[in-house]
């Protein structure tokens, strides 16, 4: 979809470099590949802010894939006949921005946003070069969509997961669409007078707007410093997770 007009006006007039930046964007909808998704239909704005920008970007539908229940990278180790991750893993090790879209059911995050937030999960024992945890130095967003309440409660939990696993979270890193509660119209649908649902709303496009944009600025200084400091933050630093007086950390 194209962007409103002061959306336009914002990806014009940003003389900020982020012509280096990757992306990735991670589309949770319960809807086989071949059906439209209201949840594409916001990502499509966040996509197009990003293009603006000169941003690579990659999309994925979860729904595509076969990801096996499981905390480890590669479930086909622990069990499973079949595990896709493997094969969506290193997008997300190459970008900058990881974005991850869901649809609300039941006032949470689908079962697909689930099953992928585990998935970063898996990572959790793995470093950098730094020694710190793996997603060090990347960011992470998120966009809801659905017609009954949860926006924030899903974002919430999200965004908090991203964060856990190592991944920065900057300003207002959450956008998102629900209509009036109850059934009706989802974002995008057409409406009897021929217009969009939810596209002239100012607050989900001004929430998606500076989501895009508090993605690329955090990724700009994160990637300019080379991530953050390699000190007070090195897995290493703690051996087998043991030290006098602490309690042991256990992940899982």
């Known amino acids: 979809m194209a962007l409103d007009e002061k959306q336009q006006q914002i990806c014009d007039t940003c003389e900020t470099d982020f ?24 990502l499509d704005v966040v996509a197009e802010i990003l293009a603006t920008q000169s941003v690579e970007v990659k999309r994925h539908r979860l729904s595509q894939y076969r990801l096996a229940p499981g905390v480890y990278p590669d479930m086909t180790e622990h069990g499973w006949d079949r595990d896709d991750w493997p094969k969506l893993s290193p997008d997300v090790f190459e970008a900058d921005i990881v974005i991850l879209g869901t649809p609300i059911w039941l006032g949470e995050k689908s079962s697909l946003a689930q099953a992928f937030i585990e998935k970063l999960y898996a990572h959790s024992g793995q470093t950098n070069d730094e020694g710190q945890y793996a997603f060090y130095g990347k960011v992470g967003g998120c966009v809801v969509t659905g017609n009954e309440d949860g926006i924030k409660h899903v974002a919430a939990g999200v965004l908090y997961s991203m964060s856990h696993v190592g991944l920065t979270i900057p300003p207002q890193a959450d956008c998102g669409w629900i209509g009036e509660a109850g059934p009706g119209p989802s974002y995008g649908d057409e409406m009897d007078d021929g217009s969009r649902a939810g596209f002239a709303n100012e607050f989900t496009q001004k929430n998606t707007t500076f989501m895009a944009f508090n993605l690329l600025h955090a990724a700009r200084m994160l990637k300019d410093n080379g991530g953050y400091p390699a000190c007070g933050n090195v897995a290493d630093d703690w051996g087998d997770g043991n030290k006098p007086g602490w309690p042991n950390p256990e992940y899982r």
């Open 19 to 42: 012509s280096d930046l990757k992306a990735v964007i991670f589309n949770a909808t319960l809807k086989p590949p071949e059906q439209a998704s209201h949840t594409d239909t916001l």
